[in-house]
């Protein structure tokens, strides 16, 4: 049902600023991750994924990093832009009996001031 | 970009009404989902199929139900809308080649029951 009020992590930048959006996860088990970009009015858009047995992974303007002893995942964005301003989730799958699910993150809004 | 289509893109019904929400896509995939999300919330997965005749309730309790009679077509229904529902509906499909893949989003469809 529906929710009164915004609950997620909060990050504001200065256009052109680097920016690290983080993520823990719960499930030792997850081998595969995904970061979604979520703009109003949209549905999530994929951005980069990591398997487990990488720790680092570039994209274009973006890079994703792994720490499987913490749990612990990032999203770095190179010189933010506006354009970049929306909600981004990252998202966990385990395989096993959770083939092909995703469990998704609680989301952080970015952003990003002219 | 993905081809992933849902409709309609906004609802607001009567409760008790029974509605359906159309999803389909032309890229072929096997497999498909349906999340829920609040305004400003996570993606909670409530349904999902690994092909045509499968079809799976997900990780949150829902009373709608979906069906899967053709690979491009998933559609869910609600039987009798309820002001708890209101609620915005992504659905996803993947290729399911193995777990380890993207899922691909619809715009989604923003449910109002009054």
């Known amino acids: 049902g529906e929710s009164v009020g915004l609950h997620l992590p909060t990050l504001s930048v200065q256009e052109g600023d680097n920016s690290i959006i983080n993520c823990a996860y719960s499930?030792?088990?997850?081998?595969?991750f995904i970061w979604y970009k979520q703009e109003s009015g949209k549905g999530p858009q994929f951005i980069i994924d990591i398997r487990s047995n990488m720790d680092k992974r570039q994209g274009q303007r973006v890079t994703v990093l792994l720490n499987k002893t913490v749990k612990h995942l990032s999203l770095q964005i190179a010189a933010t832009q506006p354009g970049d301003s929306a909600v981004y989730f990252c998202a966990e799958n385990a395989g096993g009996t959770s083939y092909g699910k995703l469990t998704f993150g609680q989301g952080t809004i970015l952003t990003v001031h002219p | 970009e993905a081809d992933i289509y849902q409709t309609p893109r906004y609802l607001v019904i009567g409760t008790g009404k029974k509605i359906t929400l159309e999803c389909s896509q032309t890229m072929g995939h096997d497999k498909m989902y349906w999340y829920q999300q609040d305004p400003g919330m996570e993606l909670h997965l409530i349904h999902y199929?690994?092909?045509?005749?499968?079809?799976e309730k997900g990780d949150l309790s829902s009373e709608s139900t979906v069906s899967r009679i053709r690979t491009e077509h998933f559609p869910l229904t609600l039987e009798s809308a309820r002001p708890s529902h209101t609620s915005q509906y992504l659905c996803?499909?993947?290729?399911?080649?193995?777990?380890?893949?993207?899922?691909?989003f619809g715009p989604g469809t923003r449910l109002l029951v009054l």
């Open positions: 996803a499909s993947g290729a399911g080649l193995t777990y380890q893949e993207t899922q691909y």
């Open positions: 499930n030792s088990a997850s081998d595969y």
């Open positions: 199929s690994y092909g045509v005749n499968s079809t």
